[in-house]
C-alpha cells in the first residue's frame, strides 16, 4: 500500500497532480491552509520544475492541476 503524504506541500503537489487537478477550495481544506497561502505556495512547485495551470471553473472559482511536459516523460 502507498504511503500517504506527510507533508502539506506533498499533499498540495499530489492534489494538483490528479487529471481533473483540484480546487481552490479543495486544496485549502486538505492543508489547512488559507487561500493567499495555497495561492502562494503554488509557485514553488513551479519552481521545482513543473508547470500548473489554473483554470476556470464557473461560479466554483478556479482550479489548479499540473500539466506533463516533455521532461516529465524522460
Known amino acids: 500500500m502507498a504511503q500517504s503524504p506527510t507533508t ?4 498540495l503537489k499530489n492534489m494538483l497532480a490528479r487529471p481533473n487537478g483540484a480546487s481552490l477550495d479543495a486544496l485549502c481544506k486538505a492543508t489547512g491552509w ?9 509557485p514553488s512547485v513551479r519552481k521545482a520544475g513543473h508547470t ?10 478556479p482550479v489548479y492541476r ?3 511536459t516533455e521532461s516529465d516523460s524522460q
Not at 502539506?8 to 499533499?11: D, F, T, V
Open 8 to 11: 502539506k506541500s506533498a499533499k
Open 34 to 42: 488559507q487561500k493567499h497561502s495555497v495561492r502562494a505556495a503554488i
Open 52 to 61: 500548473v495551470i489554473r483554470e476556470a471553473n464557473g461560479d466554483k472559482g
Open 66 to 68: 499540473l500539466v506533463a
